[in-house]
């Protein structure tokens, strides 16, 4: 089994940074990609980045330049810095673990007031 931990949210200005982070556990393939979504209400979840070993990172258009995904493999953990917030980057932000299936975790709100 897979668990993925989420921390780092919370409420920020516009223009601020946040870092979040996920601690994974159980059976962790550095082959495998890892990545961070994001939800709003009444909205289907989006990809915001992917790392993998394969082909690197990845991100939506929205956040590059700003956002930067970045994986410790030696503890399991996948980072999202994120700079220059803006308001329409609040949202619930899920990390995921794409195995044979994909595993999420409970989410942390990021809140960005303008």
């Known amino acids: 089994q897979v668990q993925l931990v989420e921390s780092g949210g919370g409420l920020v200005q516009a223009g601020g940074s946040l870092r979040l982070s996920c601690a994974a556990s159980?059976?962790?393939?550095?082959?495998?990609?890892m990545g961070w979504y994001r939800q709003t209400p009444g909205k289907q979840r989006e990809l915001v980045a992917v790392i993998s070993s394969d082909t690197g990172a990845d991100y939506t258009d929205s956040v590059k330049g700003r956002f930067t995904i970045s994986r410790d493999n030696a503890n399991n953990t996948l980072y999202l810095q994120m700079n220059s917030l803006k308001p329409e980057d609040t949202a619930v932000y899920y990390c995921?673990?794409?195995?044979?299936?994909?595993?999420w975790g409970q989410g942390t709100q990021v809140t960005v007031s303008s």
């Open positions: 995921n673990y794409r195995s044979w299936r994909n595993y």
């Open positions: 159980g059976r962790i393939l550095r082959s495998n990609a």
